[in-house]
């Protein structure tokens, strides 16, 4: 399949492209511009960060960097989504976070058939909370036996999705009964562990594996998101063959020719040393919110983080911001534009929407309507980019251009990969580990105290001292 | 009118609670808790900002103020709601930022109908960017002949909203022809000015006016938000109801009793003494997402803002950020609680989500399932929430939780008023105006140079030698 791809994609590349001019000080200034010498001081140790990375890849450390390239699996997983295709007229995906935020922004982006009319495709619904409302509203409008819940939970143990699946199992079982329960439901987990295991073992559910050592923030590129992306009718394997594209360019040991090590720089930078503790990305594309939904856990969870350093403890991490324009232009801006200069704002423009509306010339002597008239609808879109990029620049306030020639799996596959292994430098710019979230853990625990889990006893009682302190006068 | 609610709710007053406990330097110490005293000093400066807003109210400076009892246009509105109810099966709203996003709110967090089946209400579409892929889509999927637009700019000259009017215009002649295509829009503009305004005149469209003296984003409890909203058969007299009840609170003139001088000043201290520039809005409420997105951009807009102070220039403004639980405890979460101090995190708890989805207790001998079984799927979501909010607090993380006893129109009426005051409220301990947006007139002057309307040739010339000097070997 690389070798189809390979003399088909030669003629026609499609690279994405990022600008950087934005953040150097020769354009914004220097106050809050990166100056040559700093990005030149940084090389030795993004070079560094770049081999460090590809030789523990070698050694099987990073299994999500492979994934464009692991395709043994593929076969068999299309010939599921085949049968799930004359099945099924909802996959509903139950998951939270990285179960569930790749197979939304891969589908959103590249779904191209009506949400309703002339669907031939089954539709993917990816339930990612415990909101009763919204899930007992979702379970009463589906026809059960018409729908597949795929059940998503690398540890096997997530509370809420293991909530939902209790829920719909019990529902399944009452409308559906015991022969064909099982049916409904496909469950991903880690191989050999958790309490899902045992249930998929017991009752003998279809399963498929969460790829091994892929995290799930990381795991877009792997089955668990390509098989509901898939079932729309996306070719996946395009998806793939953009990755190994990107990969290629990120495998490049001269970070100025490595443009996910020329952006972990940028941004690194730009934190460190010019004061940007926010990070907004923006695209002109609605097809893209869901896609920017899930950078913004990529980059929140893999880069906050707490380190000991020189005794003392550290926080770092910048907060990730998701904008859509143009709508955010009349939300956001504003603020972007006069509020503190500690933003850095990442577009990402799509250069041809695959879709012209052209705007009629209804008003010629409207002055205020009529310099609208004969421009394309999306000529419109890239006109208010450029000059919202240009806004920011000239008042000294970083701005990155991601450019996207058309949205297609190639181009898409392209910038997950791009962010995956950006984040990934990052984080070794910063000594932090972008694989685990040792803070949530917490949470968890005060959960299952509240939740009356056995061993727990302790947190229950905190929560109820803390619940209990609560000053009455500070409650209005 | 207001004489029913009176009497009906004061039976049942389902008051939106704010707990303020998790800001105070007693429960999550002195590194960023407020200390009583700095809430002391601070309270003669709030005394003096809610005495000059209402004064200034009883003088028709803020008539946003006044829209939960200005209810005289209210029955002429509910007779138009009334006829589309039966005329249409679409309502689309071509509309931007403060003219699109209200509505969103409302209907969302409100909208109790089945999404598809059974529906008895025509649906409502928010259609507020200018993404020629998701426009094209919209407009091939409506039967156009059973669709009203309602097309909302208050200045009659947004660019993107009369980009979206112009197709949709000449495709309303196309195919329903020149003696119908003026029943299918429906133009809310100023009274008296704008392009918009010209074209109603010359062309009979039916029309509404823009509330004057109201900025778009303050304009949630007008007619222009709240027809839309009727349309889905939701109480919008409840909604203003709610408001009312609201505002009857926050015109207190002790601070201490006054929840929006409670909130604006605690978040106020946080921002200038606390170094807290990120406020996050969490609520545990899907339906509650857009709500979000609507606080978003009142913040940002009427916060973010340059002022000249001695002499120099102070940009201000907190960053504001919305996140939902449970969904983001796995994606922002991480950041929040071991990333940098510098957010306050504002959750929304809905204490009864009003529908109960209990989790069944398959699994008794699985210790990691068995404890959810018996619970009610809404009760996990706020144990989660309380679990997430005293993990910040034990990090001496700043948190403010505000809660709704239901998710009603008159709870709803509550929190938007009550927003829309405390916004005020900072904004005059800042001295800064809260309803202009000087800063974006730069983009607009910078898209129009582009899209060639005549005046704007400087900008022209301008952007086109910022994109000339881009130097292409800082594109990779």
Redesign the interface.
């Known amino acids: 399949m690389a070798q189809t791809f390979r003399s088909r994609r030669r003629q026609e590349p499609e690279p994405v ?5 934005g953040v ?1 000080a020769s ?1 914004i200034g220097a106050a809050s511009g990166i100056r040559e010498g700093e990005l030149g001081t940084l090389r030795p140790r993004l070079a560094a960060a770049i081999e460090t990375l590809q030789s523990e890849r070698a050694q099987g450390l990073h299994p999500f960097l492979d994934l464009p390239q692991d395709r043994d699996a593929l076969g068999e997983m299309l010939s599921l989504v085949q049968q799930l295709r004359e099945d099924v007229d909802h996959l509903v995906v139950l998951g ?3 179960s ?2 790749g197979a939304r922004a891969l589908a959103a982006a590249l779904d191209g058939a ?4 002339h669907r031939d495709a089954p539709e993917l619904i990816v339930a ?10 979702l379970l ?2 589906l026809d059960l036996s018409r729908t597949v819940f795929s059940v998503v939970s690398k540890s ?5 999705t ?2 939902q699946f ?2 719909v ?2 529902r399944l079982l009452r409308e559906l009964g015991a022969m064909d329960y099982v049916k409904h439901i496909l469950v991903t987990t880690d191989a050999d562990a ?2 899902l295991r ?2 998929v073992n017991d009752e003998g559910f279809p399963s498929t594996a969460f790829p091994g050592g892929v995290s799930g923030r990381f795991s877009a590129l792997s089955s668990v998101h390509l098989l509901p992306v898939a079932l729309l009718g996306i070719d996946v394997e395009e998806i793939l063959d953009g990755a190994a594209a990107m990969d290629e360019r990120c495998r490049e040991r001269d970070p ?4 996910a090590a ?1 952006l972990a720089g940028v941004r690194y930078l730009l934190d460190v040393l010019h004061g940007v ?2 990070a907004v990305l923006m695209p ?4 893209l919110a869901p896609l920017a ?1 899930w950078w ?2 990529l980059w ?2 893999s ?4 380190v000991e350093r020189d005794g003392g403890r550290l ?3 910048q ?1 990730p ?1 998701r904008a ?1 324009g ?2 955010d ?15 850095v704002v990442t577009f990402v423009r799509v250069a041809d ?8 010339r ?2 010629p002597d ?4 009529a ?3 004969g ?4 000529d ?2 890239v ?2 980019q ?3 990029e ?2 920011l ?2 008042r000294g306030r970083p701005t990155i251009a991601i450019e996207m020639p058309h ?1 297609t799996p190639f181009t898409i596959g392209q910038l997950v990969y791009l962010m995956e292994v950006e984040t990934t430098l990052v984080a070794a710019l910063f000594g932090i580990d972008p694989f685990n ?4 853990e ?3 625990r ?9 061993g727990y006893e302790d947190e229950r009682g ?2 109820e001292r ?2 209990a ?3 009455p006068e ?3």
Chains 1, 2 share one sequence.
């Open positions: 492209r990022i600008d950087l001019n150097f354009t939270i976070g990285g569930a935020r009506p949400r309703r009319k990612d909370n415990i909101d009763p409302a919204s899930f007992a509203r009463d409008e096997g143990e997530t509370s809420e293991m909530a209790l829920i199992r019990e958790g309490s045992q249930i100025e020719k490595n443009p020329l503790p926010t002109y594309c609605d097809r939904d913004c856990q929140a969870e880069l906050g983080k707490r926080s770092i991490g907060t911001v859509i143009a709508a232009q009349h939300s956001q801006m504003q603020l972007y534009l006069d509020g503190p200069a500690d933003k929407a695959g879709v012209q509306l052209e705007i009629p209804s008003y409207l002055e205020d309507v310099y609208l008239g421009h394309g609808l999306g419109l879109l006109m208010e450029r000059a919202m240009l806004a620049n000239k949205l979230q040792p803070a949530v917490e949470g968890k005060l959960t299952f105290g509240l939740a009356g889990k056995p905190e929560i803390w619940l302190a609560k000053l500070r409650v209005v």
